[in-house]
């Protein structure tokens, strides 16, 4: 019996370790998307002299919701991410809670 509980604590220090793992390689990943993005942006992000030398009124709304557009993509990915950190939390602390009743 001593055995078995050994066995079980195992497999569950293993579950979370893999869990961390995940999460610390995810980090991992974010951390090197967002530095190339930085660097891709201050490339590709077009100038925004142009706004000054043309009135068109469309095109500044376009830039705008462009910009608009991508700080949602950016609290979209927080917010995933927050959310991916507490379901983690929720498997490591109380599993049980994720079960599907029947």
Known sequence: EAQDTLL???KEDNTV???Q???LLETIN?????KYKTKKKN???PSLDWLDTDD????KRLFLLEQELEDQKEVNKQLKAYVGDIL?????????ILEKKQ
Request: hydrophobic share 25%.
């Open 21 to 23: 793992n995940q999460s």
């Open 30 to 34: 974010k951390t090197n998307q967002s």
């Open 43 to 45: 490339k590709d992000t």
């Open 56 to 59: 068109s009124n469309e095109k």
């Open 88 to 96: 983690i939390n929720i498997i490591v602390q109380n599993p049980q």
């Open 8 to 10: 079980a604590e195992t």
């Open 17 to 19: 370790l893999r869990i």
